[in-house]
């Protein structure tokens, strides 16, 4: 008998954790099983293969900003906003994608669709009966449940999109298929299974949470911070293309370590001149733990969970929205500092690593967090997971 094919879908994100979040619920399910991986973005497909999925590139939901930035430009007031941003405008964009993914899950035999930023895909696959699975963090898997999207923060408050208008093109769209009217735009994301990873303050939309929390993404340290003295530093995307970001961390006086998955031409060799010590891979979170005394990083949300429960301070340059949440969250906490992107300085930066990284008290609350984050935990992330698989694997097995 022939194992079952699973399709691990992403649609849109650019950084690694999208991928490691797959990668997570893939080794979940145990034995028996076969994995696609249908990818917007084939940067890090080296977190696929390293399992053995069949890597092949899908359709990418292509963020438009060009109305945005600039003097003029309009902050997104909604998830629904950023929706339209991706192509949810255009009921053609939206058609030609729901129909590729139902051509691929039909030809491939696939048996059940495990989607992480991949609304389209669950679309697709609840149209021919194929059993859903949808992952993610708070903020990129909102509860389907809503009527609509909420505005996130009340100075973003103007929008370029009519949520009833996308939520139209979807429904003419899937109308297509005999397929029912969706209630509103949030069911998108509707799925027979709903995994958030995330920690409830880190989550915008606790409110209408309906499904429970798992822990997030990310490697919990047996170790709590203490005595360590190294910055280090995480950027995953486009961070270090600001040449403010790149002369502050080679400036900084105290000892750095970093992990850059894919730094532009010379900024390695330039950062490593000025003393930082850059490692080849990923960094066991142990020592991470043991030797930081802050963690330099744009908001995403698996490094800074790591530091959350590592018990180390951040620093956070926030390069969109999403980041910009997870930063403003773990600020209020007192465990972080939040640094704007627009018009960022060397010097600003500098000052703020400092005063940071000497801050005794923001320190303590950050280990104080830790302790408690950790004290809650219900049980193996890992296993909690599997547990939550379990009636669907026994289906999927037959």
């Given at each position: ?14 950084g690694r954790g999208h991928l490691v979040t797959l990668r997570q619920l893939a080794r979940a399910f145990g034995d028996g099983f076969v994995f696609d991986a249908a990818l917007g973005r084939r940067e890090h ?354």
């Open positions: 008998m022939a194992r079952p094919r699973i399709l691990l879908a992403n649609e849109f994100g650019a497909d080296d977190v696929m293969t390293s399992f053995g999925a069949d890597v092949y590139d899908g359709p990418r939901l292509n963020y438009r900003n060009a109305r945005r930035i600039g003097p003029d430009g309009v902050r997104t007031a909604t998830w629904g906003e950023f929706l339209g941003d991706l192509g949810f405008d255009r009921e053609k964009r939206v058609g030609d994608i729901v129909a590729w993914w139902r051509h691929v899950i039909s030809s491939r035999a696939i048996a059940m669709v495990v989607a992480d930023y991949a609304p389209l895909a669950l679309l697709a696959a609840r149209s021919l009966g194929v059993p859903t699975l949808a992952t993610g963090t708070g903020y990129g898997l909102p509860p389907w449940q809503m009527p609509d999207f909420p505005m996130l923060r009340p100075e973003n408050h103007v929008r370029l999109h009519d949520e009833a208008e996308l939520l139209a093109n979807v429904n003419r769209v899937m109308g297509g298929y005999s397929f029912a009217p969706l209630a509103g735009l949030p069911e998108v994301y509707r799925a027979d299974l709903t995994l958030v990873r995330t920690l409830p303050f880190l989550d915008p939309y606790h409110p209408w949470r309906r499904d429970a929390y798992l822990p997030p993404v990310a490697d919990i340290s047996p170790l709590t911070a203490a005595s360590g003295d190294e910055v280090f530093i995480y950027f995953s995307t486009s961070e270090m293309e600001d040449d403010a970001v790149v002369e502050a961390v080679s400036q900084l006086r105290m000892p750095r370590r970093g992990y850059l998955p894919a730094p532009p031409p010379g900024v390695a060799e330039k950062l490593a001149a000025s003393g930082m010590i850059l490692e080849a891979g990923p960094l066991p979170v142990a020592q991470i733990a043991a030797r930081s005394r802050l963690v330099l990083n744009a908001g995403q949300h698996g490094i800074m969970s790591l530091a959350l429960y590592a018990g180390v301070p951040q620093v956070c340059l926030p390069q969109h929205q999403e980041q910009m949440w997870h930063a403003r969250a773990a600020e209020r906490k007192g465990v972080a500092r939040v640094v704007p992107k627009q018009g960022l300085v060397a010097e600003a930066l500098i000052a703020a690593i400092e005063d940071s990284y000497a801050d005794d008290a923001m320190f303590d609350r950050a280990r104080h967090l830790a302790d408690t984050l950790k004290a809650a935990l219900p049980g193996d992330p890992d296993a909690m997971t599997a547990a939550m698989l379990r009636p669907m694997t026994a289906r999927l097995r037959g």
